[in-house]
């Protein structure tokens, strides 16, 4: 099964879109995390199959005494043991079994593990047949902050259209001016900026509204060094009340577009396991433009695209090696013909012709001249068969030096003369015309028995 679920790379957003229902929760006009850090534990499952989770849920899990790896894959069965064996979490996993075959599912549940309260909000998504549950765990016992409903109410109506972008594999770029436009409607800022570090020491800027000038994907090369650079560099949050006042080290420096003004600034790096990758930055016209509630909001939209960028990096490794696992279960690795595997999901139509091909003394050759040689022969002969055939023909390696080779039409005999006029060795070969009264065991019998009627010619010529 493919993920064809198209996360872009701001997939930070989705679970800003889940965000918008944990602010829902009745004792939430007061739910700020700890000052210092906004500690939010994520998992994201495929199926049955844990596919990211953050450190700080794994955290949470050691610190309570429990085998986070216990829920690496998830059945129905199991949660009915997990049920049992984390009795604190009886409410949840009673909530998750009870809903178990619903494609779209959400709730949210308080539970007291180990003297805290934690939130726990779970909700299950179902996009173009794909199912995935998402689990979203904060710790609200202590430390909060005083947050006022004018705040709440804003990332409350984060519209959908923004998950959706994300579902639909909208660039970074498009779903980062979604989200500037639905601030700025807000009227929290003005401008931002969303970059990310290169390995080449540059700054790529997926996104800048600064000034009232829009741009998207371009490079700031290495020597050039804007305030994003600086809060990549130091890895440190960034607050100036008044632009004016901005003092940068040697090297930095704050690019304006449009006109000049004074503008508060607020920038947060992004860190996974301390280790930084990007930066954003936000912006609003006027000195001390932004209170803590704002900086709050900041400091967790940056942490939630922290989480979800590096969660686009997990997925999009799955998605290749999931290509991989699909071209290596459908190709012969050797020679890139299509391999046995792929017989089984191919489509017959009642004009298509099977020539099938055994090299003529080959085990021979192999003997005299070693493997490698062999195989460079391999290599070469199905290099000429692609060449011979057209792009919607199929040439296949049955076994070791045999070859089916699928035509479409009926010039089957023309495509075995291009191929034996330009190769090196000879070969042996039957055609069939497919028949849809027989299955693909008889025709290959059918097809297989004419080949080795010329091999066996050949010997007695």
């Known amino acids: 099964m493919y993920f064809v679920l ?41 199926g049955g199959k844990l596919k990211y989770f953050s450190s700080s849920l794994l955290n949470y899990a050691k610190m309570y005494n429990m085998d986070f790896f216990d829920f690496k894959n998830v059945t129905e069965d199991k949660i009915k043991v997990f049920s049992k064996k984390y009795s604190q979490l009886e409410v949840f996993f009673d909530m998750v079994l009870k809903n178990y075959y619903k494609d779209k599912l959400e709730f949210e549940v308080e539970i007291e593990i180990g ?73 929290i800022i003005d401008s931002l900026v969303v970059a990310t570090r290169r390995g080449d ?37 960034l607050y100036v009340r008044n632009s004016e006042r901005l003092v940068l080290p040697k090297g930095y420096e704050r690019i304006v577009f449009g006109k000049h003004r004074i503008v508060s600034i607020y920038g947060v790096p992004l860190k996974f396991e301390e280790e930084v990758f990007g930066a954003v930055l936000f912006e609003k016209g006027g000195k001390n433009a932004f209170t803590s509630k704002e900086l709050y909001v900041f400091n967790l939209l940056s942490e939630i695209l922290t989480i979800n ?11 290749k090696e999931k290509k991989e696992t699909l071209r290596n279960s459908l190709f012969d690795p050797l020679t890139g013909a299509y391999n046995r595997n792929f017989l089984n999901k191919m489509n017959f139509n009642g004009d298509c012709s099977i020539i099938f091909i055994d090299l003529d003394g080959f085990k021979k050759l192999n003997d005299t001249y070693g493997h490698d040689y062999g195989d460079k022969v391999l290599k070469k002969f199905v290099k000429l068969c692609k060449k011979s055939i057209r792009k919607e023909d199929k040439v296949v390696r049955y076994g070791g030096d045999e070859f089916l080779i699928f035509v479409n039409g009926k010039n089957a005999k023309q495509v075995v003369d291009r191929i034996k006029r330009k190769s090196d060795i000879d070969f042996s070969y039957g055609i069939v015309k497919h028949n849809k009264q027989k299955n693909f065991g008889e025709i290959l019998k059918e097809v297989d028995k004419k080949m080795y009627e010329m091999k066996k010619s050949k010997r007695h010529g």
């Open 6 to 46: 198209g996360l872009v790379v701001i997939l930070g957003l989705l679970l800003i879109f889940s965000l918008m229902y944990i602010l829902k929760l009745r004792n939430l006009v007061n739910l700020v995390f700890d000052g210092k850090s906004s500690k939010m534990g994520v998992a994201v499952w495929h």
């Open 309 to 319: 960028f590096k969660f686009r990096e997990v997925f999009d490794k799955l998605v």
């Open 201 to 237: 020491g540059s700054t790529y800027i997926h996104y800048a509204n600064i000034g009232f000038e829009e741009r998207m994907n371009f490079v700031v090369p290495p020597k050039k060094k804007p305030i994003v650079s600086y809060i990549m560099d130091f890895g440190k949050k």
């Open 115 to 187: 003297g805290q309260i934690f939130l726990l909000k779970f909700f299950r998504i179902k996009s173009k047949g794909l199912r995935y549950s998402i689990l979203f765990l904060v710790n609200i016992s202590s430390n909060v902050y005083s947050y006022a409903k004018d705040i709440i109410k804003p990332l409350n109506k984060i519209p959908q259209s923004i998950f959706l972008d994300i579902l639909n594999r909208k660039t970074l770029s498009e779903v980062s001016k979604k989200l500037f436009d639905f601030l700025k409607g807000q009227k």
